[in-house]
């Protein structure tokens, strides 16, 4: 479709409008762009979202305050770890929760890994979108180790469901830390093969050196926030700014550009990386002392446990730990008040209590049952990480009951989309796509 500008100091001048997505492969499928072209340059774009809608909002106003934490997972599903600590943070904040020191860490760590996947993710598909094939190959399979190292600590790679509210699911793994080490010297490796690649490659340059570029001050009208932000050279960071969980015990540094553009963003990321890999490795020199979930001890099924809580062999129950599938390890009295708060009107008992007495089965059937579980005083509340794109936040409230009356969330993307006819603006066509790379929208975050 054409049209023709009326206006005299544009009499003749000749535009045309041009759909590029929702099946542009540089789109995803999730968001399309309506673009007027004079020639190859953009006049004007117009960004259309919408194409994943999930009702996330409404979901979890009929959800009980723990079965959220699924849906949360589906936010920015690349980093599902920061959205599950992000929703758990602000429930405790409003209930008035502390989380034991030891699983304060293990979110830090949970958190940290799933910024190094998002991060990686954004950098190698948009290096694929540009020809660099090879660095998309090279991150993702960095990538896949720490997914795999997701899997041993949560029970799955990407639907997490981590946190619950009043801590995590459980402890760390058997080995965790030695198995960190060695993923993080390939990580590093992988970083260093990409950054030789693109760094100074002046076919990647061409493409996002002085493109994308937005203002410092354009980028906090905006409200923009995270690698984007620190691009223009604002050193905001969350987890600086406010510090949550145990954050301001660590070292580390806050990388940010001058100038605003794709390459800086990309610069960014790739120095974040780093800053996430130490703070893992501070964590884990760290960790407080505790119960490991995989602590040596003989295991029963819970039938048996059971078994012998019916024939009153109580006293015997006490040398045996439950046994149980990998996406209940950790559950047990091991860890019990280490990486869970020690509250029986919030947190599920051990395992080895609602196995073999009445008292901790009742106190599992009534956290777990509909229109019973955790009670949450009336009030509101707001609280915020740091994601992946940026800052994170939730904005709760209660009625009193067992469920959140309403939920609003703040997805750090979606304010970068608002920005997108100002970045493209007198651009060439050909700067869409290391644009909107650098944004990583994440669907499932921006249309909730």
């Known amino acids: 479709m054409s049209a023709t500008t009326t206006t005299p100091k544009d009499a003749g001048r000749k535009t045309f409008l041009l759909n590029m997505g929702p099946q542009h492969p540089a789109m995803h499928g999730v968001v399309r762009m309506i673009l007027e072209l004079e020639g190859e340059i953009i006049r004007h774009a117009d960004c259309e979202i919408g194409y994943l809608h999930r009702a996330f909002e409404k979901h979890a106003e009929t959800e009980t305050w723990n079965n959220v934490v699924p849906w949360t997972d589906r936010l920015n599903y690349v980093s599902p770890l920061i959205n599950n600590v992000g929703y758990a943070l602000a429930v405790e904040k409003l209930a008035?929760?502390?989380?034991?020191?030891?699983?304060?860490?293990?979110?830090?760590?949970?958190?940290?890994?799933?910024?190094?996947?998002?991060?990686?993710?954004?950098?190698g598909a948009s290096a694929m979108e540009l020809g660099s094939f090879t660095v998309f190959l090279y991150l993702i399979k960095a990538r896949e180790y720490l997914y795999q190292l997701v899997d041993q600590m949560t029970g799955a790679r990407i639907t997490t469901s981590f946190t619950r509210v009043g801590g995590v699911k459980g402890d760390l793994p058997e080995g965790f830390a030695v198995k960190f080490r060695e993923i993080a010297a390939k990580v590093r490796e992988a970083i260093v093969e990409s950054d030789k690649l693109l760094t100074r490659?002046?076919?990647?340059?061409?493409?996002?050196?002085?493109?994308?570029?937005?203002?410092?001050?354009?980028?906090?009208?905006?409200?923009?926030?995270?690698?984007f932000l620190r691009s223009t050279g604002v050193p905001y960071d969350v987890r600086?700014?406010?510090?949550?969980?145990?954050?301001?015990?660590?070292?580390?540094?806050?990388?940010?550009?001058?100038?605003?553009?794709?390459?800086?963003?990309?610069?960014?990321?790739?120095?974040?990386?780093?800053?996430?890999?130490?703070?893992?490795?501070?964590a884990l020199d760290k960790l407080p002392s505790g119960p490991?979930?995989?602590?040596?001890?003989?295991?029963?099924?819970?039938?048996?446990?059971?078994d012998m809580g019916k024939a009153g062999k109580t006293e015997l129950i006490e040398k045996y730990a439950a046994k149980v599938d990998q996406t209940l390890e950790g559950m047990g009295k091991d860890t019990f008040g280490v990486v869970r708060a020690p509250n029986r009107w919030a947190t599920l008992p051990a395992k080895e209590q609602t196995y073999t007495n009445i008292e901790g089965l009742m106190n599992h059937f009534e956290l777990v049952m509909w229109s019973w579980g955790i009670k949450i005083p009336e009030g509101e509340t707001y609280d915020a990480v740091e994601g992946g794109n940026g800052e994170l936040g939730f904005h709760l409230v209660s009625d009193g009951g067992d469920g959140p009356y309403r939920v609003r969330c703040r997805p750090p993307c979606l304010y970068i989309m608002a920005a997108i006819p100002l970045l493209l603006k007198d651009t060439m066509i050909a700067d869409v796509i290391p644009t909107f790379g650098s944004v990583n929208m994440i669907a499932g975050e921006l249309d909730r």
């Open 292 to 306: 490991h979930s995989l602590h040596p001890r003989e295991m029963k099924h819970a039938y048996e446990l059971e």
């Open 240 to 282: 600086r700014a406010h510090p949550y969980l145990v954050y301001d015990r660590f070292d580390f540094e806050i990388p940010v550009g001058t100038t605003g553009d794709n390459y800086d963003r990309y610069l960014c990321r790739l120095a974040e990386i780093e800053q996430s890999l130490r703070i893992i490795e501070q």
């Open 96 to 123: 008035g929760i502390e989380v034991p020191e030891r699983g304060q860490f293990i979110r830090v760590i949970a958190c940290e890994i799933s910024r190094i996947t998002d991060h990686l993710t954004c950098v």
């Open 201 to 227: 490659n002046r076919i990647f340059m061409d493409r996002v050196d002085g493109t994308g570029v937005i203002s410092k001050e354009d980028a906090l009208a905006y409200a923009i926030t995270g690698p």
